[in-house]
T-cell receptor, first 112, second 115 residues
């Protein structure tokens, strides 16, 4: 059974810091991995999608890496800003390739 | 191209009533997914539908819950005889092709409160 774990559960940092959010999954038989952002009371915004054959994806200040064999992904946020404050969710496409399996998220607060 | 639309955004029901949640996928998307987010928990897959067909309902409770995606109109998630434990945020996502081929785009969610 696929399980996704995100560490840390919460993070509070001053503006300008570079951050690393961690995601691990128990079954390496995934098709892809997605990182999402969720603002309080809102829906999910897709940030980055990494196919299982890829090792990383970049978008602006965000960089996500994938090590399928070890069951890990990291989301790197450069030069954090208060507007980055949100919950970051990691999800893998697994279980017969029909369903996204989500981690519980990392709640990020960036203070000025 | 408008995003995935869900309505209502907030729904309050008394125990025993029925809740109907609607999801209009993005234009050109024929694959729809429903997820549930319980308070302080992560999102959990419920059901995957393609036009007029249920592909995978392994995450949906066997009783009181049903889902459909008719040829015309939005996808509907129906919860009969709601209980307090059904209080959650229900998210719909859509994709143009299968989840292996395309990423899923999420709607803003419907927050169901059962009193």
């Amino acid at each position: 059974k696929q399980e996704v774990t995100q560490i840390p559960a919460a993070l509070s940092v001053p503006e300008g810091e570079n951050l690393v959010l961690n995601c691990s999954f128990t079954d390496s038989a995934i098709y892809n991995l997605q990182w999402f952002r969720q603002d309080p009371g809102k829906g999910l915004t897709s940030l980055l999608l990494i196919q299982s054959s890829q090792r990383e994806q970049t978008s602006g200040r965000l960089n996500a890496s994938l090590d399928k064999s070890s069951g890990r992904s990291t989301l790197y946020i450069a030069a954090s800003q208060p507007g980055d404050s949100a919950t970051y969710l990691c999800a893998v496409l697994s279980g017969g390739y029909n369903k996204l399996i989500f981690g519980a998220g990392t709640r990020l607060a960036v203070h000025p | 191209n408008a995003g995935v639309m869900q309505n209502p955004r907030h729904l309050v029901r008394r125990r025993g009533q029925e809740a109907r949640l609607r999801c209009s996928p993005m234009k050109g998307h024929s694959h729809v997914y429903w997820y549930r987010q319980l308070p302080e928990e992560g999102l959990k897959f419920m059901v995957y539908l393609q036009k007029e067909n249920i592909i995978d309902e392994s995450g949906m409770p066997k009783e009181r819950f049903s889902a459909e995606f008719p040829k015309e109109g939005p996808s509907i998630l129906r919860i009969q005889q709601v209980v307090r434990g059904d209080s959650a945020a229900y998210f719909c996502a859509s994709s143009p092709r299968s989840p292996v081929e395309d990423e899923q785009y999420f709607g803003p969610g419907t927050r169901l409160t059962v009193t």
